[in-house]
């Protein structure tokens, strides 16, 4: 019998076993530059299969939030090679995941002050995180965007490629297309935040175009075994809507089902909330959503995640639900969750008003297990 414990080849990237650190967002990297205090942090949980990094813009444009990292300074590169070098060293994988946030940002926050850029011009009820002058932080309502224009696409879509090639020179062992949690594709992808009336607007097969097009890119750059994507059929975050996931999800699943992709990422509910949250008249079959990837051809590792515990993960392994199960906030306060949930072992709390913002507390100051039997 498989169990969460076994290794596993997840396209091109062998993993010690299939516990995954899910990207967390920490506003720990000032000037879109991550730099040793990220490197300790990140090395402390190398015993993970698979460490996905903080969702990582690939331009100024792309930026949402104070003090996350960017994949398009040089000096935010040399501060990857730290990360990506202390991962290695201490046994470890790890993969970059990709982000533009589209209309979740705030007009500070981008380039000459500009309008944060959308599919449609439709302003989300969301807040993004700003630093203040005095170095506090604070939440804002994200600002009003602007739509993007027919002929900007090919650009972002280029945008995507050139961060990928950056991220692995940078020394990743992969990336993680962000197509989630009402992000830009994601954006794209839901009729909610989409009203375009040309190509990528409209029909299911024109609101995914996007997606498509950016794995097309990736993959034709650095390889489809180093590129994984993640998606949030039914999430409520950042304003993200669709009356009708299961067959917009099931169209995307079965298009990537065409690529050798490392992993597909679900994200099964609310994000952070509730697992059996749903969107529509009917509940989201995530089931019916893997067997038509694999009906397809897929047989790309399928990685699940949200709220799951060491009973869920070990039974998803072991009933063959899943590949790979992605743990956010435990992995936040148990850098060794790995031995902790092989031993069974007692588990820190996390401490939630460290979670966005400052220093070494609550980021690299959890106890590990002295003794692990």
Sequence with gaps: MTTLFDPLKIGDIQ????????PLTRNRSPGAVPNTLNAAYYEQRATAGLLITEATAITHQGQGYADVPGLYKPEALEGWKQ?????????????????????????????????????SAIRAKSKTYLVNQDGS??????????????????????????????AIDAGFDGVEIHAANGYLIDQFLRSGSNVRTDEYGGSIENRARLLFEVVDAITAEIGA????????????????????????????????????????????GATGGARD?????????????????????????WMVNNGYNRELAIDAIEENKADLVAFGKLFIANPDLVERLKNDTVLNAPDQGTFYGGGAKGYTDYPILENVA
């Design 83 to 119: 990360v990506t070098d202390a991962v290695h060293k201490a046994g470890g994988k790890i993969v970059v995941q990709m982000w533009h946030v589209g209309r979740i940002s705030h007009d500070t926050l981008q380039p000459n002050g500009g309008k944060p850029v959308a599919p």
């Design 137 to 166: 932080g604070t939440f804002a309502e994200t600002s009003e965007p602007r739509a993007l224009e027919l002929n900007e696409l090919p650009g972002l879509i280029e945008d995507y490629r050139r961060a990928a090639r950056a």
């Design 277 to 301: 949250h749903q969107q529509g008249d009917t509940p989201f079959d995530y089931a019916a959503l893997r067997a038509a990837y694999q009906a397809a051809g897929g047989k790309a590792a």
């Design 15 to 22: 993993l010690a076993n299939r516990i995954v650190m899910a």
């Design 225 to 268: 075994g180093r590129t994984a994507i993640r998606i949030s059929p039914v999430t409520p975050a950042n304003d993200s809507s669709d009356p009708n996931p299961q067959p917009l999800f099931t169209h995307v699943v079965e298009g990537l089902a065409k690529y050798g992709l490392a992993y597909i990422h679900v994200i099964e």
